[in-house]
């Protein structure tokens, strides 16, 4: 039976005896990567026989760009939403005190 470990520098998806996995290491479930890699997003990987595998630096890279994009994205960045007045509905009475 062949080894369900990854190669030395590599990542499977799911967790090994040797570390966190893809989807650990960014914070998800095994089956949200599955569906993030089929969308096109999330780290290069590749098939290895037959596990999805991929680099622990493209994986670490991936991260850093993330946290870069997040850091980029400051409210600052955003310009002001207009303030909505809101009105007393039509008919509207207020309580008499009793």
């Not at 993030?36 to 290895?48: D, V």
Request: charged share 30%.
């Amino acid at each position: 039976m062949a080894s369900r470990t990854p190669p030395d520098g590599f990542v499977f998806i799911k967790d090994s005896p040797k570390g966190p996995g893809i989807a650990s290491r960014l914070g998800i479930s095994a089956e949200t990567y599955r569906k993030w890699r089929m969308a096109g997003k999330g780290p290069e990987t590749f098939i290895l026989g037959n596990n999805v595998c991929a680099r622990i630096e493209t994986v670490d890279a991936y991260l850093r760009e993330l946290e870069q994009a997040a850091q980029r994205a400051l409210p600052e960045s955003r310009p002001p939403e207009p303030r909505i007045r809101r009105t007393k509905p039509a008919g509207h009475r207020a309580l008499a005190a009793a």
